[in-house]
């Protein structure tokens, strides 16, 4: 329980496991905190459970638990007191002292039946006193059942259970006899109206007999149903300041639950309800069905909050990446990031040029003002990093005097620093990748430093490497394709040499060998005086 779960969820019972099974299969932290008093343990067996009809309530929770555990879910034992807000999430209180914290809870607590006060009813409950036919029915069909009238609905759950015996009578007890239409309508289904309070169930060998009267007549019966009040167990939702209503039936109360909506979210952000708790009708499947779908609301609500919080740190990350601060910490982090090799399509297109003024953009550690200061040109090597600047003359030094008198290293953020109109026979910028229209800006300002007769190159991750295991940083915006740099230059003072995506053998972070494309444009200035 150490740590913090994106998920807790106060109730083992069906809604609890399957919101947990939902949440656990969703790659969600889950633990579950059962107190071991599911609502239908005096039942033999759970029905209307489709492929688990007849199944016994705790073989059906074993079951339950172990697909949640198989899935990483944890459960544990224990009585939550109270949960209260911890931040942005909540803190969770046992009885015994013990705390741990969640993003979200699922309160799964279901509720308490409230029986009639007749004496030894409560210790038939779940064999032969009954309350739901949909649950019971079957079981009893063709027998003698009793209904124990407790309100209203008395004479509809005769109506009911009807469909399930023709031996049914209606326990008047502590109500008015029906009216007149009512008796009519009992009469005309063959069920009998048995007059006066019931004082006792009567039990012989472990078995329900029947009914004892206040006069003392007894009336034989194989089941007695009741109408049970079921009051929520909403301990843990009040301490979070949620409160249950009563919920009516023909204006007869017939328990409290907790206001939620159809995903089961309440009124406090964070907290969602499922199964009895949030539903006093609900059954074994329909509490399941409601866990699911509960699970499935937190699930979204988490990758939504997650979303946001990425949005803000893409955003901060995109206003930082290529700022000086974050370069300056990217080379101080490694003696060398790059290999210390030139850029392959730099060597391509080069290679046949006749030295001139070359601007290298984004110089990094040198390798590519080495490579052409090597071949005779005269390189400006420009980069935001101070660091990166340092490490690209000392490896011009060791090149020797010659190769280090030809480069000039420039520290400068070329976005916002003047470039000499026309001033490069050679403007190379090898993988300069910036937002949309900053970049755009920036290579409008490379181009009009090119030289009448020179070359601009401009080389950058494809788009497409997305889409491979090469692991790219994540930002589209920032990448371009060579055809969308062409479009920008002016067709009267420009020729496009090249404009493609060029495969490159590489490996990707594990060790496979892939292929990634670079988006490479060569153009060629145009002289002033070009017919």
């Not at 919101?19 to 239908?40: H, K, T």
């Not at 969602?272 to 979204?300: E, H, K």
């Not at 297109?349 to 590519?368: F, K, N, T, Y």
């Not at 620093?417 to 026309?422: A, H, V, Y």
Request: hydrophobic share 45%; aromatic share 4%; with cysteine.
């Amino acid at each position: 329980m150490n740590g913090t779960y994106d998920v807790v969820v106060i109730g083992g019972g069906a809604a609890g496991l399957s919101g947990a099974l939902a949440l656990a299969r969703a790659r969600r932290s889950v633990l579950v905190i059962d107190a071991g008093q599911p609502r239908n343990a005096p039942a033999g067996h759970v029905h209307n459970f489709l492929t688990r009809d007849g199944t016994p309530p705790a073989e059906l929770l074993a079951l339950g638990s172990a697909e949640v555990t198989r899935y990483g879910g944890e459960i544990v034992t224990g009585r939550v007191g109270s949960a209260t807000r911890d931040g942005d999430g909540f803190l969770v209180t046992l009885d015994d002292g013990r705390q741990t914290r969640a993003r979200r809870l699922l309160v799964t607590t279901g509720g308490v039946d409230d029986l009639p006060d007749v004496p030894g009813l409560a210790r038939r409950w779940g064999h032969e006193v009954l309350h739901c036919p949909y649950c019971h029915g079957w079981e009893v069909r063709d027998r003698r059942i009793g209904v124990l009238a407790t309100g209203p609905l008395a004479v509809h759950q005769a109506e009911l259970w009807r469909q399930w015996s023709a031996d049914v009578l209606l326990l008047s007890h502590h109500t008015p006899p029906p009216g007149a239409e009512e008796a009519e309508r009992l009469a005309a289904r063959g069920i009998v109206v048995v007059p006066g309070p019931v004082a006792a169930v009567e039990v012989t060998d472990d078995t329900l007999t029947g009914v004892r009267l206040a006069s003392g007549e007894v009336v034989a019966l194989d089941a007695v149903v009741v109408a049970s009040r079921l009051t929520a167990r909403t301990a843990v939702l009040e301490s979070l300041g949620l409160k249950p209503v009563d919920v009516e039936i023909n204006g007869h109360v017939v328990g409290s639950q907790i206001t939620a909506d159809p995903s089961g979210a309440t009124g406090v952000p964070g907290v969602w309800v499922a199964g009895n708790v949030a539903d006093v009708r609900a059954q074994v499947l329909t509490a399941a069905a409601a866990g699911l779908n509960a699970g499935a609301a937190i699930n979204a609500d988490l990758v939504n909050e997650e979303t946001v919080a990425a949005v803000q740190a893409y955003r901060q990350q995109a206003r930082t990446l290529f700022e000086e601060a974050a370069w300056e910490e990217r080379y101080q982090a490694r003696p060398a990031v790059w290999s210390g090799q030139p850029n392959p399509q730099l060597v391509a297109e080069v290679s046949d040029l006749a030295p001139g003024r070359a601007l290298d953009v984004g110089s990094g550690e040198g390798a590519d003002a080495v490579w052409l200061a090597r071949r005779g040109w005269r390189v400006t090597a420009v980069d935001i990093s101070i660091t990166a600047l340092r490490r690209g003359a000392a490896n011009a030094a060791t090149a020797g005097a010659e190769v280090a008198g030809r480069i000039d290293w420039l520290h400068a953020d070329l976005r916002d620093r003047p470039l000499p109109e026309g001033g490069y026979d050679l403007v190379s910028s090898q993988f300069m990748h910036l937002p949309g229209t900053a970049r755009q800006e920036l290579f409008s300002r490379l181009a009009g430093a090119v030289a009448p007769g020179g070359t601009l190159l401009i080389v950058g991750h494809h788009p497409s490497d997305l889409r491979t295991s090469a692991r790219r940083m994540h930002f589209p915006d920032m990448m371009f394709t060579a055809e969308e740099v062409a479009a920008t230059l002016d067709p009267t003072g420009w020729k496009v040499v090249a404009a493609e995506a060029r495969p490159r053998a590489t490996v990707d972070p594990e060790g496979r060998e892939i292929t990634i494309h670079d988006a490479v444009l060569v153009a060629r200035r145009l002289p002033p005086d070009h017919a």
